[in-house]
């Protein structure tokens, strides 16, 4: 038994390391603020104001965003823009044909973005946080950017105004005994309306809204997680008592 | 029949129920002979607490589904959008939904661990054949029912996980197309299939699956629990019939059961609280993304659970048939030279081999791997008459048929991850090396299980009180 056990963790500490990262460039780490209602609420907006015009959110209602500390009314005045009830999901006027003609594919849907862009790389969030952060002006492109997180990706830099315009800078490096280009930083070419601190932190936000909407009952879940494991440990030591008050008459 | 009771007109309500019940249905002989004095061996071990586990998983995947049902709905156009309604707007939906989730990677988690208890401890042998094969029978309709229902959230690992498998049935000759196109109700996985699933996962499989359940635990109960030691507690009772080293089931298995349950529910509430999608390997993360026919993804692997025999189809190439064809004329030579059986059976042997490989020439590896997968779960009937050695449990076989098992374990885990992973001309190889150890181990078994110096196996049971 024991000697399966050692076997068992050799072959699983060989085995699992190897789902390494196969993504163009490693994912920076977003930041967790889901338990941070105005980062949440400043999310909601962002994510209102410029996803919510080609992407639906076709899960979520607008009401659940009560959850995040908004009120009714809020909601109404401040978010509502392609329906007129608060019970409504995020829906969207464009079409999946216009999708297709305007970006070639139609735009998907970002209720659960967040969980389905999870993998060996990083969470569904890193992912998104990097994506939105590497945005570049490329000409070649018919849209005029490219990103390198998603080479080649179909959606314009929506968030450009806040962020401005860059260019990636590269460095030659010797690989393997060739000279190769890697990604050295990045050259801002015009200004955005924000710093880049100030940008970082607004997709965090974004990122953050993204994740608690793909699940909005995860804070609850955690949160009563605590106490379901507080019982069970609880139980158990009535149920190892019991148990041993019977078993002691067993010899 | 069992003769008619009266009871007194003074006893009190509950005796006169009870005999008034009694008289029509054997209620108190049930309670008797299945829990009151039904005597289990008193050294169960950890390994003992995985039966009434799967029975607790199977209890908690039909409530939770149940209440799944009344809010799903099985219409390609509906299924992805009404698991999130599930979701978000069903009152703890989500609690039930990633209870039935990770319930079914659970399931899986405690019958492994219970068939390789009856593996090591020698549970399948005579006089509990039929107690395995009903186990074995589980299983499959396990493997069935995950399989239907891992399509409906309609993902698109669904999706594209049922497309695969469905697929292999028509790489079987003649009947393989239209028995594909009889599974599928369409040509590609669609609405059609989509539904018959829903009414496999709901209705006829775990219907199915009860009434294999109920037949495990009579066919149990009337041989008798095996137990660690692999010594039949029956051999030796007191004056009044009770095993020596048997207690009675109620209370102190169902005390002990508690305690493992309570146990199981920590690990399981973690995972369901913490980390539903564990890792990706419960829910996986291209199940988020809605089932697309016109986006194959880039890797379809199936759930962890299904992933050594996948490891084991896709081993199957043009190149293993002929590793195969060796192993075939191998076992034909031994069987002609050196079996002492009669010279007709010895032509009966040649002359099926020499079909075989003919066989195995003529039709595609695909289908072979498709054999090969279904094999490797079929074998697991065969494990009673496999087995040949003189004593059941691991403990008193010779030390190198634990290295053995060990190696079989690691094998078995080494298969399931080159199941998850893409194809790769290492993994291939690997997974090749692997499958024909999992066969030899159970195809050379009458053979191995024989050799070696079994240890002195006790008259008794070994019990260290608590």
Redesign the interface.
């Given at each position: 038994m024991k000697?399966?056990l050692i076997?068992?963790c050799l072959?699983?500490g060989v085995?699992l390391p190897?789902f390494a990262n196969t993504d163009t460039i490693p994912l920076d780490k977003a930041p967790n603020k889901l338990n941070d209602l105005s980062a949440l609420q400043n999310g909601a907006k962002i994510f209102v104001n410029y996803c919510l015009n080609c992407h639906a959110a076709?899960?979520?209602?607008f009401n659940?965003l009560k959850d995040i500390g908004l009120t009714d009314k809020q909601i109404k005045d401040n978010l509502l823009f392609t329906t007129d009830k608060v019970g409504d999901t995020m829906k969207i006027s464009m079409d999946a044909k216009q999708g297709k003609d305007w970006f070639g594919g139609n735009p998907?849907?970002l209720?659960?973005?967040a969980?389905?862009?999870?993998?060996p790389g990083g969470t569904?969030a890193d992912y998104i946080y990097t994506y939105l952060r590497t945005y570049y002006r490329d000409d070649t492109k018919a849209t005029g950017w490219n990103n390198l997180a998603y080479p080649n990706v179909g959606m314009p830099h929506v968030l450009w105004e806040l962020q401005g315009q860059r260019r990636p800078v590269y460095k030659e490096v010797i690989q393997h005994g060739h000279p190769t280009q890697v990604f050295a930083g990045w050259q801002q070419t015009t200004p955005g309306k924000m710093t880049s601190i100030e940008y970082d932190t607004a997709v965090a936000d974004l990122v953050n809204y993204l994740q608690w909407m793909?699940?909005?009952?995860q804070n609850t879940?955690?949160r009563?997680?605590?106490w379901?494991?507080l019982f069970?440990?609880i139980?158990?030591v009535i149920?190892?008592r019991?148990?041993?008050s019977?078993?002691?008459d067993?010899? | 029949m069992a003769e008619f009771k009266e009871t007194s007109p003074d006893a009190p309500l509950s005796e006169k129920t009870l005999t008034w019940i009694d008289n029509r249905f054997p209620l108190s002989k049930l309670y008797k002979e299945h829990l009151s004095e039904y005597y289990a061996p008193?050294n169960f071990n950890f390994f003992y607490f995985f039966g009434a586990l799967s029975l607790l998983v199977l209890v908690i995947q039909i409530v939770t589904g149940i209440f799944l049902v009344m809010h799903y709905k099985p219409d390609a156009a509906l299924a992805f959008?009404s698991v999130?309604?599930i979701?978000?707007?069903v009152p703890y939906g989500?609690?039930i939904r990633?209870m039935h989730s990770t319930g079914a990677s659970a399931f899986f988690v405690v019958v492994y661990l219970h068939m390789f208890r009856g593996l090591i401890y020698g549970s399948f042998r005579k006089p509990r054949e039929l107690v395995w094969l009903f186990g074995c029978a589980i299983f499959l309709a396990l493997m069935g029912e995950a399989f239907m229902g891992y399509l409906l959230p309609w993902g698109q690992m669904s999706y594209w996980g049922a497309q695969v498998i469905v697929n292999l049935f028509s790489a079987i000759p003649f009947i393989g197309p239209d028995l594909a196109l009889l599974i599928r109700g369409d040509y590609v996985v669609g609405d059609a299939t989509l539904n018959r699933f829903f009414a496999f996962h709901v209705i006829a499989v775990p219907l199915v699956l009860l009434g294999l359940v109920v037949a495990h635990i009579i066919a149990l109960h009337e041989v008798g629990s095996n137990n660690p030691d692999g010594v039949e507690i029956k051999a030796h009772k007191d004056e009044n019939g009770r095993p020596l080293d048997g207690?009675p089931f109620h209370?102190?298995y169902t005390?002990?059961d508690?305690?493992g349950v309570?146990?199981f529910?920590?690990v399981f509430?973690?995972i369901?609280?913490?980390a539903?999608?564990f890792g990706?390997y419960f829910l996986e993360?291209?199940?988020?993304?809605?089932a697309d026919p016109l986006k194959t993804p880039a890797h379809i692997a199936p759930t962890w659970y299904f992933t050594p025999y996948y490891s084991m189809l896709r081993a199957i190439t043009n190149e293993m048939i002929y590793a195969l064809i060796l192993c075939v004329l191998a076992a034909a030579h031994l069987g002609a030279t050196k079996a002492k059986i009669s010279t007709l059976l010895k032509g009966v042997v040649v002359g099926t081999a020499v079909v075989a490989v003919a066989l195995m020439l003529a039709i595609d590896a695909k289908f072979w791997g498709v054999v090969v997968m279904g094999g490797s779960v079929v074998i697991l009937f065969f494990l009673p008459w496999l087995d040949r050695c003189e004593v059941k449990s691991i403990r008193f076989r010779p030390d190198w048929h634990?290295?053995l098992?060990?190696?079989f374990?690691?094998n078995f885990?080494?298969l399931g991850?080159l199941g998850m992973?893409p194809p790769s001309y290492i993994g291939e190889r690997v997974s090749q090396v692997g499958t024909l150890f999992y066969f030899g181990v159970f195809l050379l078994m009458p053979w191995w299980s024989t050799l070696g110096q079994t240890k002195p196996v006790p008259d008794r049971v070994n019990?260290v009180?608590?």
């Open positions: 000697n399966f076997s068992l072959v699983l085995a190897a076709a899960y979520m209602r659940r998907p849907d209720t659960v973005i969980r389905s862009r999870s993998g569904g793909s699940e909005p009952a879940r955690v009563i997680g605590v379901v494991m069970l440990l139980f158990m149920a190892w019991l148990n041993a019977y078993w002691k067993i010899r | 008193k959008a999130e309604y979701m978000r707007d989500w609690l990633y207690i209370p102190y005390v002990h508690i305690l309570t146990g529910l920590l509430c973690a369901i609280f913490f539903p999608e990706g993360y291209n199940n988020f993304i809605p634990v290295y098992y060990a190696i374990v690691v885990f080494v991850y992973q019990f009180a608590h």
